[in-house]
């Protein structure tokens, strides 16, 4: 089974975000199941199915996240540059998109921390797969998605 890739910050958002849903959103939503039941005849007690359908949205997420912390490996979101000079996981990029002409900066993290708008993408998208191993200055095309497109390494940051 593959770990889990997560920075510091993504761990310890998680950790917080288990605890609030095992200590307080579990509580809350054993509570309003208690209170609908409360309510009388079950068959038709909207309440008590919102409160159901609550509750497994919760122990699902409770589950998720269990299984990324049970699992997972932490990698740097400082960038990592060493004597390879290539691109992996942690590495701050600066990338040219050759049909557009734009320069982009891009951080490729795990998929937890993927936020392209905040520059970071996940090692599994299309586009940190076709730079991964490659070095500054090379032409890269990204494929399998519709239409795909070529970016040049300009700098590994």
């Given amino acids: 089974m593959r770990k889990h890739r997560l920075t510091v910050e993504s761990l310890e958002n998680l950790k917080a975000e288990y605890n609030n849903l095992v200590n307080v959103d579990r509580v809350e939503v054993i509570e309003e199941i208690k209170a609908a039941r409360a309510n009388g005849d079950l ?57 557009e002409n734009v320069e982009f900066e891009y951080e490729i993290l795990g998929s937890v921390d ?16 076709a730079m991964l191993g490659k070095k500054a200055g090379e032409v890269v095309e990204v494929q399998n998605i519709a239409v795909p497109y070529k970016v040049k390494i300009l700098q590994i940051l």
């Avoid at 990324?68 to 060493?82: A, C, K, M, R, V």
């Avoid at 993927?114 to 797969?129: D, F, T």
């Fill in 43 to 99: 068959s038709e007690n909207a309440d008590y199915e919102t409160a159901l359908d609550k509750q497994k949205v919760i122990e699902g997420r409770i589950a998720e996240i269990k299984a990324i912390l049970d699992n997972h490996e932490i990698i740097s979101s400082e960038g990592t540059t060493d004597s390879s000079g290539v691109v992996k996981i942690g590495s701050k990029v600066k990338i040219l998109e050759m049909d």
């Fill in 114 to 129: 993927n936020n392209p708008s905040m520059g970071r993408i996940s090692n599994e998208c299309p586009l940190a797969k």
